[in-house]
């Protein structure tokens, strides 16, 4: 769920789903009740296809605008630490192998903050509760969803779940 669900009022249930199936009917009871995908977070421990999110928006990622400014940036790190000048006043290395060196610092920069966008963006960078309320229905191979509800909303969605929990 993004910062702007978490911070909206209501309260977020969670529920635990044995089946795909289950969990669909799920997700297309929320949509019905115009329940907004970014409200929504499904999590599993197995590999969801294509299928299951067909309706869904498709996902955001700035991986690779910040993989190329990682890039850029340090290409240019490595061209100023290689033509630095010394105490002497030449320069420390000579053209072509200065072509090597911007090279390498491109593909370390962008290498190092795709990294680091990736933990980001899956979350593990940030800190705050790490375990949600079913993380053992999720261990054991349910799937989790859970969608911020106004107060005192209708909770039918949950009606196939194998365990249901509430957190505000």
Avoid: K, Q
Avoid at 77 to 87: D, E, I
Avoid at 148 to 166: E, I, K
């Amino acid at each position: 769920m993004n910062a702007e669900a978490r911070s909206a009022g209501g309260v977020i249930v969670h529920a635990a789903f044995a089946s795909e199936r289950d969990a669909r009917a799920a997700l297309d009871r929320l949509a019905a009740d115009g329940v907004a995908s970014g409200d929504i977070e499904v999590r599993s421990s197995i590999p969801l296809g294509e299928a299951f999110f067909a309706d869904a928006a498709p996902p955001v990622s700035r991986i690779p605008l910040f993989a190329v400014m990682g890039g850029i940036a340090g290409g240019i790190a490595a061209y100023l630490v290689a033509t630095w000048p010394p105490p002497m006043g030449l320069p420390a290395v000579s053209g072509p192998p200065l072509a090597l060196i911007v090279f390498e610092g491109l593909a370390v920069g962008a290498i190092l903050v795709a990294v680091a966008r990736v933990l980001w963006e899956c979350g593990l960078l940030r800190r705050g509760p790490a375990a949600g309320p079913l993380d053992a229905n999720l261990a054991a191979g349910a799937i989790v969803i859970a969608a911020r509800r106004p107060a005192g909303a209708s909770r039918d969605w949950t009606a196939g779940a194998v365990a249901v929990a509430s957190s505000s």
